[in-house]
């Protein structure tokens, strides 16, 4: 079964900087391409960043680029995204999502980055 | 940027309505339209990607229909389970972008 586990969501001031991991199971990792998704409380969904499988392109939202960084490493199953200099509006559940074939068909369960003084 | 606009943004149904919620995109998506499901507290489900291809596992009464930039998403049967709300994105260009949401409610 394919498996998608977040961690590394924390409390953090604004500033700050975190790394969340994505830990995939359940399928060839560098066959496919990765993307992180985030839903602050009681908002909607906004799409992050993504990653392709094997070139290693990568791709952001306005709203975070030049502070978040998305990397992978098939080597170990796992995803990743740097956060530097953290603010209140990045508050949200962090989910890992697995693109294929122009759809997001598995979703981790999500981790949580808050961020306040 | 492609602006995805859905409608409406709430609504209330019964047990066995027929339920249409309708996606636009600001520009055509050449079909790059996928539908989720989110219940509180939980991870979105796949239910519908390229505007009308159902997800492996997901129940006949939805289904996608729609091209160029109008979509709609239909609950043939509004089922107790199915209370929940509702996004579209477009998959078609970066930035990736999801619709603001539809909340269905128990009427």
């Known amino acids: 079964d394919v498996q998608l586990v977040e961690s590394g969501g924390d409390l953090k001031r604004p500033g700050g900087s975190l790394r969340l991991s994505c830990a995939a199971s359940?399928?060839?990792?560098?066959?496919?391409?990765m993307s992180w998704v985030r839903q602050a409380p009681g908002k909607g969904l906004e799409w992050v960043s993504a990653?392709?499988?094997?070139?290693?392109?990568?791709y952001y939202a306005d709203s975070v680029k030049g502070r978040f960084t998305i990397s992978r490493d098939n080597s170990k199953n796992t995803l990743y995204l740097q956060i530097n200099s953290l603010r209140v509006e990045d508050t949200a559940v962090y989910f890992c999502?697995?693109?294929?074939?122009?759809?997001?068909?598995?979703w981790g369960q999500g981790t949580l980055v808050t961020v306040s003084s | 940027d492609i602006h995805l606009t859905q409608s409406p943004s709430f609504l209330s149904a019964s047990v066995g309505d027929r339920v249409i919620i309708t996606c636009r995109a600001s520009?055509?998506?050449?079909?790059?339209l996928a539908w989720y499901q989110q219940k509180p507290g939980k991870a979105p489900n796949l239910l519908i990607y390229?505007?009308?291809t159902l997800q492996s596992g997901v129940p006949s009464r939805f289904s996608g229909s729609g091209s160029g930039t109008e979509f709609t998403l239909t609950i043939s049967s509004l089922q107790p389970e199915d209370f929940a709300t509702y996004y579209c994105?477009?998959?078609?260009?970066?930035?990736?972008?999801f619709g603001p949401g539809t909340t269905v409610d128990i009427k």
């Open positions: 999502v697995r693109g294929s074939n122009r759809r997001f068909d598995y």
């Open positions: 520009q055509d998506i050449n079909n790059y």
């Open positions: 990653i392709s499988g094997t070139t290693g392109s990568t």
């Open positions: 390229v505007a009308s």
């Open positions: 359940g399928f060839t990792f560098s066959d496919f391409a």
């Open positions: 994105q477009q998959l078609d260009f970066y930035p990736l972008t």
